[in-house]
């Protein structure tokens, strides 16, 4: 038996992808060359939409690659491994995608709300998955790094009103930390 097909590797996953109900890419990111083209990545899109749009199955393999997907209203969601890969792990992915991507979109889980939200979820994304290793798969401490907050502002703006109430507050503390001296400094002038 060949055992380089044997061996462990943290690169778990080729590719996660989420499309719409046409087939067509909203989110793809491929990991590893072996779709090294987008024409191939499209074409291999295609083919997996039209394997999985209408089944019931939750796994496939497909061209020699375990895909598990899930779907929701008008989108498609994959996690893509290799033929070896348990499937297990590339689930657990999955259920992590979906989870966040529906807390990210308040469960409003459609096309529309995902355009709208595309930022936060290619971030969601990075966090999950880097270079095709697993790095998290909490949905729980993905959304706590993209910093969901409950109000309806942009994570651009998020960033920023973040920064700035940080900032306010080292200057009160500093503020307080004077101002303490300053009450301070005549007791010391006295007691000698």
């Not at 497909?62 to 290799?82: A, W």
């Not at 792990?89 to 355009?115: A, D, G, H, P, W």
């Not at 939200?117 to 880097?130: C, Q, T």
């Not at 503390?173 to 005549?186: E, G, H, N, Y």
């Amino acid at each position: 038996m060949d055992t380089s097909l044997l061996e462990a590797s943290l690169y778990t996953v080729k590719a996660i992808a989420i499309l719409d109900n046409d087939g067509e890419r909203i989110i793809s990111k491929f990991y590893d060359d072996t779709f090294p083209t987008v024409k191939e990545q499209k074409e291999f899109e295609k083919n997996l939409f039209n394997k999985t749009h209408k089944a019931n199955a939750e796994i496939i393999m497909l061209e020699g690659l375990t895909c598990v997907y899930r779907s929701n209203v008008d989108l498609f969601f994959y996690v893509i491994g290799s033929s070896q890969e348990n499937e297990l792990i590339l689930v657990s992915v999955l259920n992590c995608l979906y989870e966040v991507i529906s807390q990210i979109l308040r469960k409003n889980i459609e096309k529309r709300t995902l355009f709208d939200h595309l930022d936060s979820a290619y971030l969601a994304i990075d966090e999950i998955v880097d270079g095709g290793i697993i790095l998290e798969a909490d949905p729980a401490a993905i959304l706590q790094r993209v910093a969901l907050k409950g109000e309806d502002v942009p994570l651009s703006e998020q960033n920023f009103k973040d920064v700035v109430a940080s900032k306010l507050e080292v200057g009160q503390r500093t503020m307080k930390v004077i101002q303490s001296a300053k009450d301070q400094l005549p007791w010391n002038f006295l007691k000698n």
